[in-house]
């Protein structure tokens, strides 16, 4: 995966499985180019509990950084743009290695007990919410299977890992992984993806490219769980979008549909919210979706395709600080409900042998009520004068109802 066509570019292998390569301790920074300015990339290896093991690449680009972890997935644990933090304080304080995750744990829940990332993907075969559904066995046979919470791709090492820098304007900086979801007689989905940035900026780009390996047709869904708290979510911050359509999941938020774009504070015994949506886009087929705080002067926006990523779910804990208060925005190929369900209402993508799919995100933080303005007036050019269609109820098209 190449970064700006025509462009020259350094590349560094620091993980490479098959060709045996692994390197701890790396760094390089923008003095060694004369490329760009201030910006610096660190590649090294967590030691000790639950984080032993794991690999981190630091990519800083003098006004934004982010970490990237090989080891979960390609993940993006946290991030700091000026001063702001970006991510959340999750109970599960440290980075957990894969090998300490049992994703069966809790009837499927042990996806949360390594939790704790700004960004992590779900999928890649499947995701969201627990559940059983039919596969086929070594003898071909139908069987019923559980499959965990948000699936395996965020408790998968990378295979191969990259860095890679633009030696030509606008510099581009950028960690390529490759992280293979594969079983023998069950699905072969290789992941390649490469997030980046430039020198100043204030957003980061991610571009995945999801393929079947397999001789044969196979289902894929992949899930974006953008994470964010303090300083972000507050009392009186707000959620952003040009909603198309929005409903409850469940009871629980449909008690408080009123006030589903805005946040609370902290609120001990607080029961997660969730609701689902699809959005509006503009000309092109791109939409933006916000987390906007009270007094306007930080915000977050998620650019995305809806032809890529056509659903969308805001997830809404603003639970005690000590047990996690996060809101989750999380575009994706389909709803966070069990497999089956998603299957059975056309949201599962079935690739065939060999087939990519493409999807990307750009994530841009905006300081300083300007800036917050001018994302904000995006939104409201893509809502136009469309008004949402609003269910009070969940709803059977969107919603498991029992």
Known sequence: MLLSKGKRFYSKTLIDVEKEIYVEKWSINCDEFGAGENWRIEKRRLYGGPSDGVDIVKIDNGKLSFSVVPTRGMSIWKG?????????????????????????????????????????????????????????????????????????????PASLVKIKVGLEPPFELGVEGVVYESSMFGSNLKLTTLITTTPGSNSLKILDIIENLRGVPDEMQILY????????????????????????????????MGSFDVFGPPERGFVERVYFMELLSDERGYTEAMLVNKSLDKAVSHRFSINELPFFTLWKNTAAEEDGYVVGLEPGTSFPNTRRFE????????????????????????????????????????????????YKKPIKEFSQLT
């Open 80 to 156: 700091e743009c000026q001063g702001v933090f970006l991510g959340w304080l999750s109970p599960v304080k440290h980075l957990v290695n894969p090998s300490y995750i049992n994703l069966e744990e809790r009837k499927g829940l042990g996806w949360l007990c390594g939790f704790n990332e700004w960004v992590v993907r779900c999928g890649l075969g499947s995701l969201g919410a627990p559940g059983f559904d039919i596969v086929k066995d070594n003898m071909g046979r139908d069987i019923e299977v559980l499959l965990t919470l948000h699936g395996r791709i965020a408790n998968t």
């Open 225 to 256: 769980h953008c994470n964010y708290g303090n300083p972000l979510l507050e009392e009186g911050a707000r959620f952003v979008a040009p909603i198309k359509r929005i409903a409850p999941r469940d009871e629980v938020a449909m008690e408080y």
């Open 343 to 390: 299957r059975e209402h056309g949201r599962v993508i079935k690739l065939k042998s060999g087939e990519k799919y493409y999807a990307q995100l750009n994530i841009s933080v905006h300081l300083g009520k300007k800036e917050v303005e001018e994302a904000l007036n995006r939104v409201e050019r893509i809502k136009g004068k469309a008004k949402p269609i609003v």
